[in-house]
């Protein structure tokens, strides 16, 4: 079997990825983890702030604890907030608000 031939069954057999899939070398792959820490760290520097931006701004989570510490239920604050509870009680709620069940669910 040619080459070639061998080359065209490969490729018709597995996935292109799989045939030529390209090898870092260890060196390599220190030099890229350290730009990009380097990266990482000067955008740090600069005031980058990275992940997820917050769902509410600290003006809602104010408004949101008034309103559970009022005796408002989470769910019906979140409502007011147009926001999921849970995104509510993982803002700095009070611990007891976070563990707070149902009376008929409390064993």
């Known amino acids: 079997m040619s080459a070639s031939r061998f080359l065209t069954a490969c490729a018709v057999q597995a996935p292109p990825r ?3 899939t390209p090898r ?10 350290s730009r990009t ?7 740090k520097q600069r ?6 931006p917050p769902a509410l701004t600290p003006d809602q989570v104010a408004l949101g604890r008034r309103l559970v510490n009022e005796g408002t239920s989470v769910r019906a604050a979140a409502k007011v907030l147009r926001c999921h509870h849970a995104t509510l009680t ?6 007891e608000v976070r563990r707070s ?5 409390q064993g």
Do not use: K, Y
């Not at 820490?37 to 955008?43: D, F, I, K, L, N």
């Open 18 to 20: 799989a045939v030529f």
């Open 47 to 52: 005031g980058v702030r990275f992940g997820r």
């Open 37 to 43: 820490s380097a990266g990482r760290e000067a955008a």
């Open 24 to 33: 870092i070398t260890s060196s390599r792959a220190i030099v890229f983890i």
């Open 90 to 95: 993982g803002h700095s709620m009070p611990q």
């Open 101 to 105: 069940r149902p009376a008929d669910l």
